[in-house]
């Protein structure tokens, strides 16, 4: 479940499982390392199955260790640290690292890591075989210590050297923290005596002995004082905080929780009971933190993990669409309104039409007369056209045989392929009996006819060169992808009737020339509408 988790504490004795919904807690069981017990706890995991598992240990078996590394990134920092992990804990599967920051003091600036371990797990194992048998999701294994620095966020302690100390249910415990990140944890089990003086005097000379196992590691030096932090209920353990205010060195207070158990929703008469809920609530609360489990342990956690993404993500999808959905239907419903309003406007106008056209005269011509006139206007005014593409194709020609003279341009639509000249044929010009060559152009349509009349210019007598002109003129005109057909109409031949001979050899007569005429026909394609 998304807004569900179960939250192991386990100790050498008994486990003590709470299960979160919401960030409230709704159910808490404790169970003890017995036959009839182990099944109670496989019916609690059954009935909260699918709900992600964090597992949090109490022992004394616990190992801290401060390393130094070069600094490595990625894939690099990870192997160098699981060999280290190898080689300091051989025995132990139950292991991780906590970066804690750079040397600023060494150029190098080397990596420090926290190393933690377990070196005993006898007393964990029947719980996790009990997880591992009902597939249930296994989230990670953590020390109690590793929460009692969030704690210490949670409270807002902010010191240089900072101890806190902790009254469990497994016994006496201090978590030394250096500028707010953990560097030590020790555990001291309760003695038999179990007075309130002799719990005293335990308390202050377990602390005693944590201040002289720091200052030997050199954690920090005598001239520098130990804060020392007890969170509690009010007026618990006064005595004991007289006691401690004469130790050299040692600063001691006591932290009021109940604002923060307050607003972790634990009540202080629980918190008595089961001290150790203070700190499986604040993991609720907590960001994820590195795991001692290893990986084998965490695969149903990361299948379970992906399930809930997947829901997560169809959830969204299918909000998504129910919000498209929404959108659709109020368009829809728009237009509807539209449509209607549309409706009333057209019955509106019908009405109003109607009463005008009462006072309309009858119509000389009936109104489907008066539809295909004006569909043939129509028609006919699409079939108006300007010689421009005929003026343009014998603009390119003309510029390549600049010795051709325009006398005439005759341009008209017609769908007679078979077209003639009539105003030349009145003229007496001579035209060709036959046309040769016409294209085999679909009937019924209108194509742009052009009569081209011109002569040639500066013209000698030399007819055979001005035929060969024409000829040069007619193939640059069917060279143009808009001619569809070009034919020679007039040839520029000698019609005088001074070129064949007449009188007496001594007659002189004087040679007169006439102009090289010629007249073309050509026809355009249909132009592409």
Not at 184 to 211: G, H, N, V, W
Not at 332 to 340: D, G, H, I, K, R
Not at 356 to 384: H, M, N
Request: proline share 4%; net charge neutral.
């Amino acid at each position: 479940m998304i807004f569900s988790r179960i939250v192991l504490y386990v100790s050498s004795e008994k486990l003590t499982a709470g299960y979160w919904h919401m960030g409230r807690l709704k159910d808490c069981q404790i169970f003890h390392n017995n036959p009839e017990d182990l099944e109670a706890f496989k019916v609690f995991i059954q009935l909260h199955a699918k709900t992600n598992i964090d597992c949090l240990v109490d022992a004394i078996e616990e190992d801290y260790r401060l390393e130094i590394f070069p600094h490595t990134r990625g894939k690099d920092r990870r192997d160098l640290i699981e060999r280290k992990l190898s080689q300091t804990y051989r025995g132990s599967l139950f292991r991780t690292a906590l970066f804690l920051d750079r040397q600023p003091s060494q150029k190098r600036k080397d990596d420090r890591f926290l190393f933690l371990g377990l070196n005993q797990t006898d007393f964990l194992k029947p719980w996790l075989e009990v997880i591992d048998g009902q597939q249930a999701p296994l989230a990670g294994v953590y020390l109690l210590s590793m929460v009692s620095q969030h704690l210490v966020k949670a409270l807002k302690i902010k010191y240089r050297h900072l101890l806190l100390v902790e009254k469990l249910a497994t016994g006496f415990r201090q978590s030394y923290l250096f500028k707010g990140e953990l560097r030590m944890s020790r555990l001291a089990i309760f003695p038999t005596e179990t007075s309130a003086d002799a719990l005293d005097y335990f308390y202050a000379e377990e602390i005693e002995k944590t201040q002289r196992y720091l200052l030997s590691q050199r954690f920090f030096n005598q001239v520098e004082e130990l804060q020392i932090r007890m969170p509690n209920l009010a007026s618990v353990h006064h005595e004991f905080s007289l006691l401690m205010q004469n130790k050299v060195g040692l600063d001691f207070k006591l932290v009021d929780i109940r604002a923060l158990l307050k607003k972790l929703s634990i009540s202080p008469r629980d918190l008595v009971e089961l001290p150790e809920l203070l700190h499986m609530a604040v993991l609720v609360k907590s960001t994820r933190l590195p795991s001692l489990a290893p990986s084998t342990l965490l695969s149903s956690y990361r299948i379970n993990l992906t399930r809930q993404w997947l829901n997560i993500l169809s959830f969204l999808i299918l909000l998504f669409g129910l919000m498209l959905a929404m959108i659709h239907l109020k368009q829809v419903f728009n237009q509807e309104q539209m449509l209607e309003g549309l409706k009333a406007k057209t019955h509106h106008e019908e009405i109003e039409y109607q009463k005008v056209a009462k006072d309309f005269p009858d119509a000389p011509l009936p109104s489907d007369d008066l539809q295909r006139a004006v569909e043939i206007g129509s028609t006919l005014k699409s079939y108006q056209k300007m010689p421009t593409r005929v003026m343009q194709v014998l603009s390119k020609a003309l510029i390549k045989t600049p010795d051709v003279q325009v006398n005439r341009i005759k341009w008209l639509q017609t769908d007679d392929l078979h077209v003639r000249d009539i105003e030349a044929q009145a003229r007496g010009s001579q035209v060709n009996k036959e046309e040769q060559n016409l294209p085999s152009l679909p009937s019924g349509y209108l194509y742009e006819t052009v009569f081209f009349g011109g002569e040639i210019k500066r013209f000698t007598g030399d007819y055979r060169a001005a035929l060969s002109l024409v000829n040069q003129l007619t193939e640059i005109l069917r060279s143009d992808d808009n001619v569809a057909y070009v034919e020679i109409v007039q040839a520029p031949v000698n019609v005088s009737s001074y070129s064949s001979l007449e009188g007496s050899t001594t007659d002189e007569v004087e040679a007169k020339q006439s102009a090289a005429l010629f007249t073309l026909k050509l026809m355009l394609h249909r132009e592409a509408r």
